[in-house]
C-alpha cells in the first residue's frame, strides 16, 4: 500500500500558536481554561476587540487573523494584570500580547505616534528624539559634579543607569537631581554613561520592537564593558526589567538594583539624615516592572515610613493588585491614539484612587509617572490639592 | 516600470549646528546626518508605485557616513536596487555640480519615472529635481503629493499655495518632485533591515568630477545675530510725546 504524506501549509494561527511556545511558559498557553479572568482584569480589556481571552479562543479557532485586522491590540499596557491573575500562569503579557504586537508592527500596522517614537530610540537611543549629546544636561550645576565614565575616567562602586525620562523629561529631571542629591549624602561612589547611554529599550521590546531592544541592549552592553562598577543601580523599573530579567539572555549580566531597593539596602545610614519633617498622608502607586514583575513592594514603603511626619495609606488598588498609570507597553506613546479609543486615561483612574483615600501626596518610582498623574490632576476637579512627587524626590526634600 | 529615487543626506537638525574655521560653511566634526525628509517622502511613493504596478525601484545616493543605513531601511521598505554614488563631496556638494554629475549616471539607468524630494533645507542654489530633468531634457513639476501611472502617462497632483490641489497628466519619462507620499512614511522594523543587511548588496558607481559651476559661492556663513534691541516708549501718549521728542534730537533730526 502506498501512503500518501498529506501537504499542509500551517495557517497563521498555527504558525503564531507555535511561536509562542518559544517563550518562557509558553506551553501553557494550551491549558486556557477560558475563565475570562485576564479579559476581565485588563484596565482596557472592555473596549479590545478581541481581549486576551478572546485571543486565545482565536488562535484555537484558526482565526487568529481576525485579531490581527484590528488595532486594539495597541490599548495593551503590558501592565501584567493579566498574567498574574491568571490561575494557569500562562505567561499572556510576556508571550500573547507581545508576540501580537511584534507581528503588527512586521505587518506595518503600527500607531504614527508610537512610529516616531520607535523611530527616535533607533536614531537617537531614546524615544523623544532628544540630542544624545544632551543626556548629561540635567548634572549641570551639582555639587558635587556627578562623575560621567567616558569624561571622567574612574572606577566606581555604582553606575547608575539613569534612564531617558530622567536624563530629558523636564518634570522628571528634578527626581534624577533628587536622586544625586541622596546618592551625594550617602556618600556613594557612583557614575553615569552620560552621552554614552541609550534607552534600556524594555519598552519598545514590549511595544513589539524586538530587533530594537536588542539593538539597543547591545549598544549599552558594549559600553557597559568599557567600565569599572560594582552594580548597577536605576530609578527606571523599565530599565530595571530590562537589565535584571532581558539582558542576561543577550549575555548582558551585571548585578542590578532598583534605586528603592539600594537606598533601602541603606537605610540605617539614611534614617539620621532624613531630618526635615513632612507632615503628609502619602500614598504609594506600586510601578507594574517594581512590583507586580519583579515583587519590590516592601523597600519603597520602608523608605517612605522613614521620613517623619509621613503617614502611609493604600489605595483601593495596591500591591499586586496596583492599577497601571498607563504608560507601560507603548502607552506612553500612544496618548493621542489611546485617548481616541476610550476617553480616559489610567492615570486618571489612578488618581481618582489617591484622592478617595485622603491622600495629600502621590508618591511613585517609575520615571513614566510623575508627568502622567500630574497631567491627570489637572483633568480632574476634585484633585485640586494632590502633588505627585517619586520617593527619591520626598528623601532628598527630607535631608533639608 | 523604471522608478529611481535619487536622495540624500541632510545635517540632523536635532544637534546644534556650529560654523566651521572657514567661516563659509558648517562644522562637520560633530554632524549628525539624516535623510532629507522630502527624499523620504519620495523612496515612500515609489515603494508605493512599486506595490501598485510592480515597478521596479533604484535608490541612489552619495556615499557619505550614513547612507549605509539609509540605504538597507529603503530595501527594507521594498526597493530593489541600492546604489551609492562616488566622489569628493567634501569639496563640492552643491546642486549644480551633483545634477551635473549624477544626470549622465541616471540616464544610463534607462528611468522611466524619477523621483525626488521638492527641496531639502541645505539647499543652498536652488533644489535639484529641476536641474536633473534640464540635463535630461525631461518634463519636471514640483511640489507633488500623489501620483497614478498609467501607461506611458502619470496623473500627479501637485499643491499650490493656499490649499490648493491641481491635478495634472505628465508625459514619461519625467520628474516629479516630492512634497508629500500619499501615505506617511511606513515604519520598518530594525529586524527587517538587519536582514536587509545580510541579503542585499549596495552597487557603487563613480561620479565623475564634480563641477560647482555656476553655483554661489559662499563668503560668509553665521549664527543668527542679535541687533539692537527696541526701546518700548511710554504707554502714557504726554511721556511718550517727549520721549519721542528726545530722541529725535538725539538722532539730530529736529
Redesign the interface.
Known amino acids: 500500500m502506498v501512503t500518501t504524506a498529506i501537504s499542509h501549509t500551517p495557517s497563521f494561527s498555527e504558525t503564531f500558536f507555535t511561536s509562542l511556545y518559544k517563550v518562557e511558559n509558553g506551553e501553557r498557553f494550551r491549558t486556557c481554561l477560558q475563565c475570562g479572568s485576564c479579559s476581565g482584569v485588563c484596565p482596557f480589556g472592555y473596549l479590545m476587540d478581541y481581549p486576551p481571552g478572546m485571543m486565545i479562543a482565536g488562535l484555537r479557532a484558526d482565526e487568529f487573523d481576525l485579531v490581527m485586522k484590528t488595532d486594539t491590540v495597541w490599548m495593551c499596557v503590558s501592565c501584567y494584570a493579566c498574567a498574574q491573575i491568571c490561575p494557569s500562569k500562562i505567561p499572556i503579557t510576556a508571550g500573547l500580547m507581545t508576540r501580537t504586537k511584534e507581528e503588527l508592527l512586521l505587518a506595518g500596522n503600527v500607531p504614527s505616534e508610537l512610529q516616531s517614537a520607535l523611530e527616535n530610540s533607533q536614531r537617537y537611543g531614546n524615544p523623544m528624539g532628544e540630542s544624545p549629546r544632551k543626556r548629561a544636561d540635567w548634572t549641570t550645576g551639582i555639587q558635587p559634579p556627578v562623575t560621567i565614565l567616558g569624561r571622567d575616567r574612574r572606577p566606581v562602586d555604582v553606575l547608575w543607569f539613569v534612564g531617558d525620562y530622567p536624563s530629558y523629561h523636564p518634570r522628571v529631571q528634578y527626581v534624577a537631581k533628587a536622586l544625586a542629591k541622596v546618592l551625594n549624602a550617602l556618600g556613594i561612589n557612583f557614575g553615569i554613561l552620560g552621552p554614552e547611554e541609550n534607552s534600556d529599550g524594555d519598552t519598545q521590546r514590549l511595544a513589539g520592537e524586538r530587533g530594537l531592544f536588542e539593538m539597543l541592549a547591545e549598544k549599552n552592553g558594549r559600553i557597559f564593558s568599557k567600565y569599572q562598577f560594582e552594580r548597577i543601580i536605576t530609578s527606571d523599573p523599565h530599565a530595571y526589567n530590562a537589565l535584571k530579567n532581558e539582558y542576561p539572555v543577550l549575555s548582558i549580566s551585571y548585578p542590578v538594583q532598583h534605586s528603592t531597593q539600594f537606598l533601602a539596602e541603606h537605610i540605617d545610614q539614611l534614617r539620621p539624615l532624613l531630618k526635615q519633617e513632612i507632615p503628609a498622608t502619602v500614598t504609594y502607586h506600586d510601578p507594574c516592572y517594581l512590583g507586580r514583575v519583579n515583587g519590590i513592594f516592601d523597600e519603597p514603603r520602608m523608605l517612605l515610613e522613614a521620613i517623619p511626619g509621613v503617614k502611609i495609606v493604600e489605595m483601593s488598588h495596591n500591591h499586586s493588585s496596583s492599577l497601571c498609570c498607563g504608560g507601560g507597553g507603548g502607552g506612553m506613546w500612544l496618548d493621542g491614539f489611546q485617548w481616541e479609543k476610550a476617553h480616559a486615561r489610567l492615570s486618571e483612574w489612578r488618581v481618582h484612587e489617591a484622592v478617595d483615600v485622603g491622600a495629600n501626596i502621590l508618591a511613585v518610582a517609575c520615571p513614566y509617572e510623575p508627568p502622567r498623574f500630574e497631567d491627570a490632576i489637572k483633568m480632574s476637579q476634585q484633585a485640586g490639592q494632590l502633588v505627585v512627587k517619586d520617593i527619591v524626590e520626598l528623601l532628598a526634600e527630607a535631608l533639608g | 516600470m523604471n522608478i529611481i529615487v535619487p536622495v540624500k543626506l541632510v545635517p540632523d537638525l ?3 549646528l556650529s560654523i566651521d574655521a572657514s567661516g563659509t560653511a558648517l562644522d562637520t566634526a ?1 554632524l549628525r546626518m ?1 535623510i532629507n525628509e522630502f527624499d523620504d517622502h519620495a523612496i515612500e511613493q515609489a515603494i508605493l508605485l512599486k506595490e501598485k504596478t510592480g515597478a521596479q525601484v533604484t535608490v541612489l545616493s552619495m556615499n557619505i557616513e550614513g547612507v549605509d543605513d539609509l540605504l538597507f531601511a529603503a530595501a527594507a521598505r521594498g526597493a530593489d536596487r541600492l546604489i551609492k554614488l562616488n566622489g569628493d563631496f567634501v569639496n563640492a556638494s552643491n546642486n549644480h555640480a551633483l545634477a551635473r554629475a549624477m544626470a549622465t549616471l541616471i540616464q544610463d539607468l534607462k528611468p522611466d519615472l524619477i523621483l525626488t524630494g521638492v527641496q531639502a533645507h541645505n539647499d543652498l542654489d536652488g533644489s535639484i529635481g529641476p536641474r536633473i530633468s534640464n540635463y535630461l531634457g525631461m518634463p519636471y513639476v514640483g511640489y507633488i503629493s500623489g501620483v497614478n501611472i498609467s501607461d506611458d502617462k502619470v496623473i500627479v497632483r501637485k499643491e499650490y499655495p493656499g490649499g490648493l490641489i491641481g491635478e495634472m497628466q505628465v508625459s514619461l519619462p519625467a520628474l516629479l518632485g516630492i512634497q508629500a507620499a500619499e501615505q ?1 512614511p ?2 520598518v ?6 536582514q536587509m543587511m545580510k541579503t542585499m548588496s549596495i552597487e557603487e558607481l563613480d561620479l565623475a568630477t564634480l563641477d560647482s559651476m555656476g553655483a554661489p559661492v559662499v563668503n560668509r556663513m553665521f549664527q543668527p545675530e542679535t541687533t539692537e534691541r527696541a526701546t518700548m516708549l511710554s504707554e502714557n501718549a504726554e511721556d511718550a510725546a517727549n520721549q519721542l521728542v528726545n530722541i529725535f534730537k538725539e538722532l539730530g533730526v529736529l
Do not use: C, F, L
Open positions: 536635532v544637534e546644534e560633530w539624516i506617511p511606513r515604519y522594523a530594525i529586524s527587517k533591515v538587519r
